[in-house]
């Protein structure tokens, strides 16, 4: 049946996981919905006839294992859009009933018979039940556009990116050849000495057949595999003792309280354990060999990072970036995993927190001080978190304590034993927070020190998995606060001008090498602040984190000198970006639509960006041309004919300029409208290869615009 699970985990994987979040789960809930939906599935599979009824199967076992408290409230920015989580906290708060047979129905495109027997109601009710979800829908948005807010939002849901994947549900046995025997020359005394043994060997199969048949060679593989189940049992308690944790008990896991550390260690074992077993019933015998190997790789995983930084020390691999490279991906997540164990369990103890907090941020002093009063589990993971080279901080105006990498002599002799070129990941972990943040109050110096060293790492590498991306993140980050200085304002003195501190800081950074993103970008903004009297810099004002992703592609191609603070630009494949003010943008805006509104020809159109017809969509609107803005914009839901729209239509009250640049995504056809790094609503276009784009539906907010 293995073929007929991976097909079903194909077709309804993210059909499961997706109506897990629309019911209210995390991402990390929802995961594991799918996850046990599946189990139980395939545990059934063998009783599988046929298809019929498949689908509403499934969704009936994935209700039954939603977790019974989920939120009525979002917890974790999974929509991101402000307008769509709104709709998406409403639909929660909708009863069982309703909301269950409304998702089904609105968003699964399911038929009233199928709703009827998932939800295990009367078909008749299932009407009634969508009529009401519906008519509360509308009542507690306050709109009359319920469907177009519901067709939004839709969207939204299909641009989650699912986490759960199959090829960590099956996880095949792999075959190891058999090593070819050398025959050894024997003297004769070796060799009556054999018959002896040989005699005496066949006495005991005479005598005790069992001992050579099936069922020693079935006995023998039971008792195996009971030896590496108790074995790995002892593995993974003996590190949760080193942490000072608990691993996830069978109730924790139906209530979502899931340490991260070992769950996929303990997932590829349960796999490996489950496999073999069925082999030796069906062959009567196991590859010892072949699973002990296995078992070693999986055991591999449970490794904490103080054991893999003793193996580290043991044999430094300054000289081998490929197997450093292996080392950060694995260590990264191995502290990631167990920083968020940490973090979760001291939020279960959310109420000392709260004890040590003053003007909303934590007193870690204060905090530690009264440890000796905290539950025998808490204390227990506060003493033996530090072995793992993690110490508690907090971040201000934020009410938690976070365990966070420390910068010491361990993490100095770690980045000895690496290849130089990636010492920026330690660096990354010593200097951030939990997430990619630098810390706060911390010196132009420091930070220099950290963005040099991490952009040595960038350019010298290769995307290797999550870490990468990690790495770029924080160094966008990183320069961004070097060169606004949001966190303390120390960048403007009192005179209005850049501080002496400030300059000498940002001479520094634009003194780097020629292929520097930082200091390309840096060398920019000093000529510019000096033309200015160091007062301002366009490229400073503007400058956002996207840029520097921008700028550091451009690097690692050697067009870096082609970089400029205008224009469209494209950070990632697929992603562009656009600033305002921008006056080049904005001519070419002019341009175009004097072309293209001399006759309406669309062939004007053919190869422009869609930024551009967007522009050219709110000049028609400034300049009161609503004939162009008809010829721009066709709406999916309700086309017009010109006479009609032109008799409805009504000038618009908005401004490019009111917001701070614009995002384009070509995997899905939309732009985000960015104000302060973040989407208030987005367009969407489609594209016709003869006429070029045009903008199809339109979101927005206006009132949250202007505010």
């Known amino acids: 049946m293995g073929d007929m699970n991976e097909c079903w985990m194909d077709h309804y994987c993210a ?34 006839t046929d298809e019929d ?20 409230d979002s917890e974790e920015a999974i929509l991101p859009f402000e307008e769509d989580r709104e709709m998406h906290a409403v639909i929660l708060q909708l009863d069982r009933e309703a909301k269950l047979s409304f998702i089904l129905s609105r968003f699964h495109h399911m038929k009233d018979g199928e709703i009827a027997t998932i939800v295990g109601i009367p078909e008749e009710a299932v009407k009634e039940q969508i009529t009401q979800a519906m008519d509360q829908l509308a009542s507690g948005i306050g709109i009359p556009l319920i469907d177009k807010r519901l067709a939004y939002l839709e969207k939204s849901y299909e641009r989650i990116r699912l986490s759960f994947r199959k090829d960590q549900f099956f996880t095949p046995p792999k075959q190891e050849g058999q090593k070819p025997v050398r025959k050894k020359k024997r003297s004769l005394k070796k060799i009556l000495l054999s018959w002896g043994i040989g005699l005496i060997a066949l006495a005991a199969i005479i005598i005790i057949p069992v001992v050579t048949g099936d069922e020693y060679q079935k006995a023998s593989g039971e008792k195996y595999i009971e030896q590496l189940k108790e074995s790995f049992e002892e593995e993974i308690a003996s590190r949760y003792e080193q942490l000072g944790l608990k691993e996830s008990t069978e109730e924790d896991h139906q209530n979502f309280h899931i340490t991260e550390y070992g769950k996929q260690a303990r997932r590829d074992f349960e796999t490996m354990m489950e496999n073999e077993e ?27 990072p103080s054991e893999m930084v003793e193996q580290l020390f043991e044999k430094p691999l300054t000289d081998d970036k490929e197997q450093s490279e292996k080392f950060i991906v694995a260590y ?8 968020q164990s940490y973090l979760d369990l001291f939020f279960e103890y959310e109420h000392f927190i709260e004890d040590a907090t003053v003007d909303g941020t934590v007193q870690i002093e204060q905090y530690l001080a009264n440890k000796e009063s905290y539950p025998e589990e808490l204390q227990h993971a506060l003493k033996n978190m530090e072995a793992q080279n993690l110490y508690l901080t907090s971040i201000p105006q934020w009410t938690n304590v976070v365990p966070t990498f420390a910068s010491n002599e361990l993490s100095k002799q770690i980045k000895a034993s690496l290849h130089p070129d990636l010492m920026g990941y330690i660096t990354f972990l010593q200097s951030s927070n939990l997430i990619p943040m630098p810390k706060s109050n911390r010196s132009y110096k420091e930070k220099m020190h950290d963005l040099f060293e991490i952009e040595h790492t960038l350019l010298a590498n290769d995307e290797i998995e999550l870490p990468y991306m990690s790495l770029r993140d924080y160094y966008s980050s990183l320069f961004y606060g070097m060169i606004t200085d949001s966190e303390t304002n120390r960048i403007i003195g009192p005179d209005g001008k850049i501080t002496e501190e400030v300059r000498t800081a940002w001479k520094k950074i634009a003194s780097g090498g020629e292929e520097s993103p930082s200091a390309h970008v840096m060398r920019n903004i000093i000529r510019e602040m000096e033309a200015s009297g160091w007062t301002q810099s366009d490229t400073q004002s503007r400058f956002t984190a996207y840029h520097l992703n921008y700028v550091m592609g451009l ?27 921008d006056p080049s943008f904005d001519q070419l805006v002019e ?3 004097r072309l293209f509104t001399a006759n309406y020809d669309l062939a004007v159109l053919k190869d422009v960006h869609p930024f551009v017809i967007f522009g050219m969509y709110h000049l028609a609107n400034d300049r009161e041309d609503p004939v162009t803005m008809w010829h721009l914009y066709t709406p999916t839901d309700n086309p017009q004919p010109l006479e009609v729209y032109l008799a409805d239509w009504e000038q618009e009250n908005f401004q490019l300029d009111e917001v701070d640049g614009l995002l384009w995504d070509s995997s899905d056809g939309s732009i985000a409208w960015l104000r302060e790094e973040i989407g208030h609503f987005y367009v969407d276009l489609e594209e016709d290869k003869n006429a070029g784009w045009k903008i199809t539906s339109i979101y927005r907010d206006w009132e949250e615009i202007e505010e």
Not at 332 to 339: A, N
Not at 555 to 567: C, D, N, P, Q, R
């Open 278 to 304: 069925a082999r030796l019933s069906e062959t009567g015998r196991i590859q010892k060999r072949n699973v002990k190997k296995q078992y070693n790789g999986i055991i591999a995983q449970l490794a904490l």
């Open 555 to 581: 690097a690692m191609v050697g067009k870096l000198h082609t970089f400029e603070m205008k224009g469209i630009l494209q950070p990632d494949q697929g992603f562009d970006i656009i600033t305002f003010p």
């Open 53 to 72: 009824g498949l689908k509403e199967r499934f969704y009936r076992v994935a209700l039954e294992n939603l977790p019974s408290l989920q939120r009525t």
């Open 591 to 593: 341009d175009t639509y």
């Open 15 to 48: 059909k499961i996981e997706l109506l897990a979040i629309q019911t209210g789960c995390t991402q990390q809930q929802a995961a594991k919905v799918t996850e046990e939906t599946f189990r139980h599935m395939v545990a059934e599979s063998e009783n599988v």
């Open 332 to 339: 990264m997540k191995r502290i990631f995993d167990i920083q």
